[in-house]
């Protein structure tokens, strides 16, 4: 088997994940993901790697997370770590598995920031006071 490439996005955040041949070790930004801290976020990360049981211990997974905040972060590594085990084990039993129990495991969500408008001091959305009282 090759290594695997894939990528998952939130928000700001990009996450690059490549799964090669070993024997289950997962690092975030090179971080053991043993060791990753807030525990919330590990524990969200280690989500497919829990269901896909004993096919994530057949793969090391490295990956690479930029941009955005703490909780964008580790939604694209869970998303991309899910990705990268589906396209590893080639049946599709893990991907409708990951599927019934989160659709977010494999499909992005694609919800962004509404851009700010002129005039508005930062907001998005907010009414322009009025400065005539």
Do not use: C, W
């Amino acid at each position: 088997m090759k290594a695997v490439h894939e990528s998952g996005k939130r928000k700001r955040a990009i996450a690059k994940a490549t799964a090669y041949p070993g024997t289950g070790i997962v690092r975030i930004n090179r971080i053991l993901l043993g060791n990753y801290t807030p525990s919330l976020y590990r524990a969200k990360i280690s989500e497919p790697l829990v269901l896909a049981g004993d096919a994530a211990q057949k793969v090391d997974i490295n990956v690479k997370v930029i941009g955005g905040g703490m909780s964008s972060q580790a939604d694209a590594a869970r998303l991309a770590i899910a990705k990268s085990l589906v396209a590893v084990n080639k049946g599709s039993k893990l991907r409708d598995l990951f599927l019934q129990y989160d659709r977010n495991m494999l499909v992005a969500d694609v919800r962004r920031k509404e851009a700010r408008k002129p005039n508005r001091h930062g907001k998005a959305r907010a009414k322009v006071q009025k400065s005539y009282r």
